[in-house]
């Protein structure tokens, strides 16, 4: 199983990015799909999730309202809309797969076996 994730790059605070993140070595239909971040010095922290199928989303309270993430299940592909990025928002982004995780662990990096190897979003004020 590998995950590639892309799109990240410099953004001025108000801007836009999207961020993809495309699986491949099987099929991530049943698979949740979510996004990390970690900021230089900080620990790796939850941003979204999208669970199995895309039935449902959650946020972190920090990107809610700004942040959606969407799948693509027929392309394998896991998409994270960023808009009003804030200064705040700079981290290195990465993208987690796993089969096994329940709602209540979403949030948490050791619920995840699978992991892209990060994209960088700086966001200049």
């Known amino acids: 199983v590998q995950l590639q994730a892309s799109g990240g790059g410099l953004v001025q605070a108000g801007g836009s990015l999207r961020l993809a993140c495309a699986g491949s070595g099987r099929t991530f239909t049943d698979y949740v799909m979510a996004w990390f971040r970690q900021a230089p010095g900080k620990e790796r922290e939850f941003v979204g999730v999208?669970?199995?199928?895309?039935?449902?989303?959650s946020y972190a309270d920090s990107v809610k309202g700004r942040f959606t993430i969407s799948r693509d299940n027929a392309k394998n592909t896991i998409y994270l809309q960023m808009n009003r990025l804030e200064p705040e928002d700079t981290a290195v982004y990465y993208c987690?797969?796993?089969?096994?995780?329940?709602?209540?662990?979403?949030?948490?990096?050791?619920?995840?076996?699978?992991w892209g190897q990060g994209t960088l979003v700086t966001v200049s004020s």
């Open positions: 987690a797969a796993d089969r096994s995780v329940i709602l209540s662990s979403v949030r948490y990096v050791s619920a995840y076996n699978y």
């Open positions: 999208s669970m199995r199928r895309g039935s449902t989303t």
